[in-house]
């Protein structure tokens, strides 16, 4: 599985930016997809998830402002960040967990740069 993560960039604070992750598998057939970030110096952190039945769960730190969402038919994964602050600068990676029978398989995308500027 390949994913490949864009849409960062440069945003004043309050500003709006949309990640997308694009999956070399149907991604109907993954369980849980999720984004990360990690700023320098910081550990990473889970922002989003999504499982595949839809179900969604958020960082405190993010809730109301970012919205994970997947389209199946395009196999891509998106990340709609509002009301962007400069804490939410860091990279940005993408995540998918594939359980199989009796193992669980863990793919990541390259990292997309968000810098939120004040």
């Known amino acids: 599985v390949q994913l490949q993560a864009s849409g960062g960039g440069l945003v004043q604070a309050g500003g709006s930016l949309r990640l997308s992750c694009a999956a070399s598998v149907n991604i109907a057939s993954i369980n849980a997809i999720s984004w990360y970030r990690q700023a320098p110096g910081n550990q990473r952190e889970r922002v989003a998830g999504?499982?595949?039945?839809?179900?969604?769960a958020y960082a405190d730190s993010v809730k109301g402002r970012f919205t994970i969402s997947k389209d199946n038919t395009k196999n891509t994964m998106y990340l709609q960040m509002n009301s962007l602050k400069p804490d939410d600068t860091a990279a940005y990676y993408c995540?998918?967990?594939?359980w199989g029978p009796g193992n669980r398989n863990e793919y990541w995308g390259q990292g997309t740069l968000v810098t939120v500027s004040s």
């Open positions: 999504i499982t595949s039945g839809g179900s969604t």
């Open positions: 995540n998918a967990v594939i």
